[in-house]
């Protein structure tokens, strides 16, 4: 069983400035919910209900969302705006949120590392929330967890990319064992497309085994001089088995301003619009 999730929330979100000067970006709102809310619901339909967050200095604004705000709710109690936090409260009442702070920004690795505290020796999911999914009918994590009931071993989410795009993401080489299944043999982190040993882009989804945790301790800093999970999960490959999962849906990139965008005419489109004429209802009616 898989019962615990842990979110690298550290970063800063440079891409995104100014808007992430004093906000995390992990707080960016896709339509009504940021971000972390989208990673969270992902992680809790798929069972994982404890939460972890690697945070950061200027990131309190996470924490204050996964809490009650006694204020806020007694000024709305009985009205019809109630309804908008209920999704919220669900995720509140169904889960557990716990935080350590990454003091110095040395890499995903080292993020993950720092988790450790608060994951110990068990199988664990990794969200980075700025990639948004929306999984095809299950939910991304979910069908990894489902995956890993099968396999045991650590896996990483994988989408096709252009081999322009290859520099921004760790790329694995591996032997199909099943439709859309890899067994790793090789991971490059950020490769230009020359040395790339496919198309085949690792996404923020992950499912590790604690053992990752030691290796890396002993994992050198490695591109652009920080510790990356996909060398250490290199190590953990050569010494077991480390799977590649081409995931069913949709991912997109909201650490940027046109994956951002596009989220949001996505989730518009798709989930909101149908739901948004009832809430408005709702609303209008609580506030005469
Ligand atoms: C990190 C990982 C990279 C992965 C990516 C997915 O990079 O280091 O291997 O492909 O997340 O989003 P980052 O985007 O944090 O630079």
């Known amino acids: 069983m898989i019962t615990k999730c842990l979110f690298p929330v ?23 919910k940021p971000l972390v809310q989208y990673g969270v619901e992902e992680a809790v339909e798929a069972g994982l209900c404890e939460i972890g967050f690697v945070t950061g200095r200027g990131k309190r604004a996470i ?13 709305i109690q009985g009205s019809g705006k109630e309804v908008l936090l209920d999704g919220i409260r669900g995720l509140i009442n169904r889960s557990t949120f716990s935080y350590t702070r990454q ?60 081999a322009s795009e290859t520099h921004k993401y760790g790329v694995i080489a591996g032997d199909a064992i099943e439709d859309g299944l890899y067994d790793i043999t090789d991971m490059v982190e950020k490769p230009a497309p020359e040395e ?20 890396l301790e002993s994992t050198p800093p490695g591109r652009g001089g920080e510790v990356q999970i996909t060398d250490a999960l290199k190590t953990q490959a050569k010494n077991g088995r480390v799977l590649a999962y081409k995931f069913k849906g949709r991912r997109f990139d909201c650490g940027g301003i046109s994956g951002f965008v596009d989220a949001t005419n996505y989730y518009y489109n798709r989930f909101f619009a149908c739901e948004a004429d009832d809430k408005i209802v709702s609303i209008k009616n609580s506030a005469k």
């Open 10 to 32: 550290a970063g800063y979100g440079t891409r995104f400035l100014p808007a992430t000067k004093a906000m995390p970006k992990e707080m960016l709102p896709i339509v009504d």
């Open 63 to 75: 924490e204050d969302h996964f809490d009650t705000n006694y204020e806020l709710e007694h000024q």
């Open 196 to 215: 790339a040993p496919s198309n085949l882009a690792i996404i923020g989804r992950y499912i590790l085994t604690p053992d990752i945790f030691d290796i």
């Open 103 to 162: 003091t110095s920004m040395k890499g995903l690795g080292h993020a993950i590392l720092t988790g450790r505290t608060v994951i110990g020796d068990y199988p664990f999911g990794v969200v980075l929330a700025d990639d948004l999914c929306f999984g095809d009918g299950i939910g991304v994590l979910e069908q990894m967890v489902n995956l890993y009931q099968r396999f045991k071993c650590s896996i990483v989410a994988i989408e096709e990319v252009p």
